[in-house]
T-cell receptor
Framework: GENVEQHPSTLSVQEGDSAVIKCTYS??????FPWYKQELGKRPQLIID?????GEKKDQRIAVTLNKTAKHFSLHITETQPEDSAVYFC??????????????FGSGTQLTVLP | DTGVSQDPRHKITKRGQNVTFRCDPI?????LYWYRQTLGQGPEFLTY????????KSRLLSDRFSAERPKGSFSTLEIQRTEQGDSAMYLC?????????????FGSGTQLSVL
């Protein structure tokens, strides 16, 4: 089955700096890669996702890049703010026609933005 | 809040007891997923429903676990004869199938503690 590795497990940055979180996946058939943000005691929230037919996607201060050849994808947060502090999870899934989203998650990155 | 709702938020039980959790998906979402999350880890897929049909179960879902979605709306997850290893956050998610842009939206989870 799919295996997703995520690093670093913890990341501290100064407010205003950029943060980068990296994930690798094992199954070359994976074609959907979402990122979730989870604040303490709250639900995982989808912040951005990318499909395998796209190499990069950006949404304001958040961007995701995908390298299918190397089987890795990254989350980039620019101009970090204290409210960006949370645990971030990457995930991967294979989706064929009609099948559901069985996401395989990484183990998470605790991001702390220092004021 | 019109998102995925789960009840209860917390459940403390003694080993050997049965527990049942409920999930109400986003209205008109025909797919419903159950995931389990342990401390410091990403969520792990347990099972999913399309309408009232349970279409896939993970090998993580032992015989003591049973899930239902009788009318294709809310779902229940029951754990019989609970064990300490069942202690975890049980997350529900829902989505709309049939779209190339299927996204999972999670509830806030039920935190189970087995004493």
């Amino acid at each position: 089955g799919e295996n997703v590795e995520q690093h670093p497990s913890t990341l501290s940055v100064q407010e205003g700096d950029s943060a980068v979180i990296k994930c690798t996946y094992s199954d070359s058939a994976s074609n959907y890669f979402p990122w979730y943000k989870q604040e303490l005691g709250k639900r995982p929230q989808l912040i951005i996702d990318i499909r395998s037919n796209v190499g990069e996607k950006k949404d304001q201060r958040i961007a995701v890049t995908l390298n299918k050849t190397a089987k890795h994808f990254s989350l980039h947060i620019t101009e970090t703010q204290p409210e960006d502090s949370a645990v971030y999870f990457c995930a991967a899934s294979i989706r064929t026609s009609g099948s559901a989203r069985q996401l395989t998650f990484g183990s998470g990155t605790q991001l702390t933005v220092l004021p | 809040d019109t998102g995925v709702s789960q009840d209860p938020r917390h459940k403390i039980t003694k080993r050997g007891q049965n527990v049942t959790f409920r999930c109400d998906p986003i209205s008109e979402h025909n797919r419903l997923y159950w995931y389990r999350q342990t401390l410091g880890q990403g969520p792990e897929f347990l099972t999913y429903f399309q309408n009232e049909a349970q279409l896939e179960k993970s090998r993580l879902l032992s015989d003591r676990f049973s899930a239902e979605r009788p009318k294709g709306s809310f779902s229940t997850l029951e754990i019989q004869r609970t064990e300490q290893g069942d202690s975890a956050m049980y997350l529900c998610a829902s989505s709309v199938s049939g779209q190339g842009n299927e996204k999972l939206f999670f509830g806030s989870g039920t935190q189970l503690s087995v004493l």
